[in-house]
């Protein structure tokens, strides 16, 4: 890109056209990648709230609650 305007193969208008498009695709590709993120912490906190650890005793021994 900075080629071609360096060559003024592209004006400055078209060249920030461009960075604009670039700019708006990066930024939804982050929001959609923030989303997935929070997605896949809702889903690891959800699981682990399900899964039952078993706690020791004071001797190591593991307690047995049923």
Known sequence: MLTLWAR???SV???????????????ATVEA???KVHQ???TLE?????VRIPQKTS???????D
């Open 13 to 27: 208008e078209m060249m920030v056209g461009h960075i604009l498009q670039n700019l708006t695709k990066l930024q």
């Open 33 to 35: 990648d923030r989303r």
């Open 46 to 50: 959800s699981l682990i709230s399900k």
């Open 59 to 65: 001797r190591g021994n593991k307690s047995h609650k």
């Open 8 to 10: 003024d193969s592209i």
């Open 40 to 42: 896949l912490q809702f």
